[in-house]
């Protein structure tokens, strides 16, 4: 078959592709008084639907590569959220990592589908203290803190074998004891605190008018999550 109309007819079938939304919406008088009882809220509904890891979190970044600012994103684990803002765990050499590192600006989208439903979060990234990392690696199973030993994230890789075989050899020099203290903390490896900005709770409305509501600092400035005095709510043109 000529490949060139394979593509045409899978361009075909994504120009009629989409969604009716039917869900109720969010006005103005459903939000909590705070972006965290807001958010609490909604990942309690996902969390319930029976969403898959409905934790998961798309997050970008952006910083100076070869001359140009190239934004550049992918999925992580939200793995605690308070007053402080969102936290999630990786590699701090990853892409990602060396991204933040030189630009703390970053944005994160929930996109719970099957609810009709993001979340799209604006803010500042601050890597955890080290004691925060250590607590949270400590609860990770043992094979994860032994992959996160074995990963070199971001980095090519010269084979699948290499990395197993990188994997077999960390899981010989730290043996599983069944402490959480057997694999000790990768330097490499750590945390970031997303402080907010902007927080916005979009739901899907039919004839595309959805509800976009956002809760914005008054000062510009990133504020604590809990904080009522600190967020205005404005309604955006979807
Ligand atoms: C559902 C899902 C969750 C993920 N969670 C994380 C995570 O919490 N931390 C992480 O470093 N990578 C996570 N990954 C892998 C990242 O998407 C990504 O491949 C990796 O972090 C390297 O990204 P980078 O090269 O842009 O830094 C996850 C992937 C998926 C699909």
Redesign the pocket.
Known sequence: MDPRSQDDAAVADLATMRVRYTAPGLREADLAATPLAQFASWLADAEQAGLT?PN?MVLATAAPEDGEIVP?A????L?QVDGRGFV????LG????QQLAANPGAGLVFPWFPMQRQVVVSGLAYPLDRQEVDSYFRRRPYDARIGAWASA??TVVGSREELEERYEQLRARYPDTGRDDDVPLPPFWGGFLVRVRTIEFWAGRPSRLHDRLRYRTRSGSPEALDDAAAWLVERLSP
Do not use: H, I, W
């Not at 992918?74 to 684990?77: A, E, M, T, Y």
């Not at 999630?88 to 590699?91: A, Q, V």
């Open positions: 890891e998961a550049t992918r999925d992580v684990l793995k999630f765990y990786t590699n990853s892409r990602k990592g994230q971001s």
